[in-house]
């Protein structure tokens, strides 16, 4: 039975992956601060006796070390998360996405534990060239732009892992989730498809930044959480970075339409200029599509949810969280 440390794991993301192993016959225990995740994200396992939740910081080294101490596998996946959250909290993001991160790949590697790491497709930053493979450029704004804090702190993450690999031959492997949907993803901190779902449901109007027509590849849940899964078993996987998506695009404006015909909704479509949604300078990239060739070499694997698939789980269940009719 392995027994996996998964911080963050009251998260959005996290919390399907503890379903996930929990349900492999793992013994899971959870370390989260219930910044942005809370307690109700695992309610279906709540009572699961392989099941423990540690409700505390990874940037406590003590907890972190004893809790590494008993595991074979970490999942780090605990990050200060969203645009609009790190916008709002430069410092304490900072400080959670490296030295958080230094503090679990510390005691992994005391511990001998094996560690997969959550970084992102930000660290592409404004690289829009196309189907970005792994080794693509990294292309980031100024410093004076807090926007690219989170997309340079988990490149450091990464470099991080990366140097552990090869100095200390710490077992890690390294996952850039792109656009990644679902069930208990929070629409508080500027996620685009929670948004606009809560605000079909309530009739009102859908708020798209800019002209609409940027595009993004959404992957569902449980397909990038299979993903990690499959990863994590995979020896070969082992001091390597994988893109977790799929490359089907939609624009944003598209994907407002799709969920006003998804959930029926009355609402229209308001553009908003990117000067008002965001501070002064804010960047955005046009494109964001995930190769993902060598994720499917690796482990024979691509994820198979179509939008309206996923769409129609969501809406499903905020319609149960708003108490809307179905
Ligand atoms: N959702 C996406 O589309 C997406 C895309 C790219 C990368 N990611 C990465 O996946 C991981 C999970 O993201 P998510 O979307 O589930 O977001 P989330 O906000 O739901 O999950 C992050 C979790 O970390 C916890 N956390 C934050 N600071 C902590 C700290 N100091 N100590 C302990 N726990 C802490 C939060 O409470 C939360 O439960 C993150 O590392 C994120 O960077 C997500």
């Known amino acids: 039975m392995t027994r996996a440390l998964v911080t963050g794991g009251a998260g ?66 605990a990050a200060a998360v969203g645009v609009q959250w790190v916008l709002q909290h430069p410092l304490e993001s900072l400080r959670t996405n490296v030295r958080g ?18 970084s992102t497709s930000e660290v592409y930053g404004k690289n829009d ?45 390294i996952v850039r989730f792109f656009n990644t ?13 929670p948004r606009f779902v809560e605000q079909a449901l309530r009739n009102e109007p859908l708020t798209v930044y800019g002209d609409g027509q940027q595009t993004r590849c959404f992957t569902y849940v449980a397909d990038a959480v299979e993903a990690v899964r499959r990863l994590a078993q995979c020896q070969a996987a082992v001091g390597e970075v994988f893109n977790i998506g799929q490359a089907r695009e939609i624009t944003i404006e598209a994907l407002a339409r799709r969920v006003i015909e998804l959930t029926g909704s009355r609402s229209e479509i308001v553009f908003v200029p990117y000067e008002q949604a965001y501070p002064a300078g804010f960047e955005d990239m046009r494109r964001r599509v995930p190769d993902c060739t060598r994720l499917r070499r690796m482990i024979d694997f691509a994820p198979s949810t179509g939008l309206d698939e996923a769409l129609a789980a969501i809406i499903h269940e905020r319609r149960a969280l708003l108490g809307t009719p179905h």
Do not use: C
């Open 12 to 77: 959005f993301i996290g919390s399907h992956l503890v379903e996930a192993l929990l349900r492999q016959g793992d013994r899971v225990t959870v370390l989260d601060n219930l910044s942005t995740g809370s307690e109700s994200n695992l309610r279906a396992v709540r009572a699961h006796p392989a099941l423990s939740l540690h409700v505390g910081s990874i940037l406590d080294e003590a907890l972190v070390d004893r809790l590494t101490r008993e595991a074979d596998m970490v999942y780090h996946l």
């Open 101 to 118: 991160t230094e503090v679990v790949l510390a005691s992994a590697a005391r511990w001998r534990a094996r560690v997969l790491l959550a």
């Open 129 to 173: 060239a196309g189907a970005l493979d792994e080794d693509a450029d990294r292309v980031l704004g100024s410093t004076r732009l807090s926007r690219w804090n989170y997309a340079a702190a988990k490149g450091l993450d990464e470099s991080l892992a990366l140097a552990y690999w090869a100095e200390q031959r710490l077992p890690v492997v």
């Open 181 to 193: 949907i679902g069930p208990r993803q929070s629409g508080r901190y500027g996620m685009v498809v």
